[in-house]
């Protein structure tokens, strides 16, 4: 297991900025999947973004083309770029890494969470 810990959430108005970084305990380099998810109050946690050991992405409908997933394998950190947000984003983010695909979020590895909020 590898240790995550988000930073860089909090308050900004809609149409903002903010970026995420996760960092883990040890060497992400052969960390195959890296995710983003959230969970805003009352709903389920969704995936947001992920990015494999290759650089692949993938991202949410709801967030294309506003935030960007990038991954920092020399300084072990995960980031999401997020811009133009919305109120509907107001979420805790939390990070998620594991070795492959083919095992479940829930049995990786999950940071403590960042409070996202935007406000109207």
């Known amino acids: 297991q590898v240790q995550l810990v988000e930073s860089g959430g909090g308050l900004v108005q809609a149409g903002g900025s903010l970026r995420l970084s996760c960092a883990a305990s040890?060497?992400?380099?052969?960390?195959?999947?890296m995710e983003w998810y959230r969970q805003a109050p009352g709903k389920k946690r969704e995936l947001v973004a992920g990015i494999g050991s290759g650089g692949s992405t993938n991202y949410a409908d709801s967030v294309k083309g506003r935030f960007t997933i990038s991954r920092d394998n020399a300084k072990n950190t995960v980031c999401l770029q997020m811009t133009s947000l919305k109120p509907d984003d107001t979420a805790v983010y939390y990070c998620?890494?594991?070795?492959?695909?083919?095992?479940?979020?829930?049995?990786?590895?999950w940071g403590q969470g960042t409070q996202v909020t935007v406000s109207s």
């Open positions: 040890r060497s992400i380099s052969r960390l195959n999947i």
């Open positions: 998620n890494a594991r070795d492959s695909p083919i095992i479940p979020p829930e049995f990786g590895s």
